[in-house]
């Protein structure tokens, strides 16, 4: 049984449980407190407000043990809000969150609310078929390191990005019926719990 943690502070906790759930062999955690970080194998960082999340993190004092422990291996995948928490640089502020992805993102980079859309693109490392992607107040990434592969573009922006462990999209496949982003996920979890087991 692999099990799957989502950082379950604020945003689409219940929807990536979901997601995990209607999955054979694994089972969904919510992480609310950094003892909860030791019973898991992966841990997704949902969508939400990076802002709000990143406050929370630091008031659970979960921000500096969920970086000790992706820093160590534990496999992350942050989706849009989560994308943001990942990044080291996130344009017009002088602070990031966690600050591990060798990512330079800009926030709500296609508008507002209101600008949201739904597109779809072939990603061949996921999926071979195209793969639905939903955008809401999205952020996009500008600018990636020397070790980070890019899975996705939309319009020239990178919208999915890799690095070792560290998976992110700034856009949402809990929101869709399309499992392909997880079972992604979870493949590079089940690798790396084989590495290390
Ligand atoms: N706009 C949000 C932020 O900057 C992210 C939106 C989302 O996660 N859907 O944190």
């Given at each position: 049984m692999v099990s799957m943690g989502v950082l379950a502070l604020q945003g689409a906790v219940r929807e990536h449980l979901d997601c995990l759930h209607s999955l054979p062999g694994i089972t969904g955690v919510p992480i609310k407190k950094a003892a909860d970080l030791d019973r898991i194998d992966g841990?997704?960082?949902p969508g939400g407000?990076?802002?709000a999340i990143g406050k929370l993190l630091l008031e659970c004092q979960l921000g500096l043990p969920l970086i000790e422990k992706i820093q160590a291996g534990l496999p992350v995948w942050g989706t849009c809000a989560g994308m943001i928490l990942l990044a080291k640089n996130i344009i017009g502020q002088t602070h990031c969150?966690?600050?591990l992805m060798d990512i330079i993102v800009r926030r709500n980079a296609y508008g507002s609310q209101l600008d949201s859309f739904t597109t779809s693109a072939c990603i061949p490392e996921v999926?071979?078929?195209?793969?639905?992607l939903v955008f809401i107040r999205a952020p996009y990434v500008e600018q990636v390191g020397p070790d980070v592969k890019v899975l996705a573009?939309?319009?020239d922006k990178f919208v999915a990005v890799e690095q070792a462990h560290m998976l992110a999209t700034a856009f949402h496949p809990e929101l869709t019926s399309n499992l392909e982003f997880h079972k992604y996920f979870v493949s590079k979890v089940r690798k790396?719990?084989?590495t290390f087991s």
């Open positions: 841990l997704i960082l407000e990076s802002t969150h966690l600050g999926s071979s078929a195209p793969i639905p573009t939309v319009a790396q719990k084989l």
